[in-house]
């Protein structure tokens, strides 16, 4: 039986434990990875965390992968990796693959919105018809 999206949501809502903001916001300060999975237009039109480190979704296995010609030196097994995305759904799934290439401590913000409320900074986005 095929997988659907929401079988996969669930596995991955299972394996990557959800934090809030204010846990986030500590977390980075600590040394974590605030991995923002969105695609550059979304951060060109919402803005972005100070903090954030861009990876679109689409490149995340290229610059997990420590063996991949694209690998990133953000992305260290021993350092927590704390994601989002708009909503939580894509840092969800991206944080269960990351934990199937191994990297154990991920956890799922959610989305930018949580950490903006949370009080972390952030910087705004552009008017796209500027």
């Known amino acids: 039986m095929p997988l659907t999206v ?4 669930e596995a991955a809502h299972a394996a990557v434990p959800r934090i809030d903001g204010a ?5 980075v300060a600590e040394g974590a990875l ?9 951060l060109d039109r919402t803005g972005r965390a100070v903090a954030a480190h861009h990876v679109p979704r689409g490149m995340l296995e290229f610059r997990a992968d420590p063996a991949s010609p694209f690998h990133d030196p953000e992305f260290r097994a021993d350092r927590a990796i704390v994601l989002h995305c708009a909503s939580g759904g ?3 799934l991206a944080g269960k693959l990351l934990k199937d290439m191994g ?13 903006v409320e949370a009080g972390g900074p952030a ?8």
Do not use: C, H, S
């Open 90 to 92: 894509r840092a969800a």
């Open 6 to 9: 929401k079988d996969m949501l």
């Open 103 to 115: 990297y154990a401590q991920v956890y799922n913000l959610g989305g930018f919105k949580d950490w």
């Open 34 to 42: 605030l991995l923002d999975i969105r695609d550059t237009p979304e």
């Open 23 to 27: 846990e986030a916001q500590r977390m």
């Open 123 to 130: 910087i705004e986005g552009t008017d796209p018809g500027m």
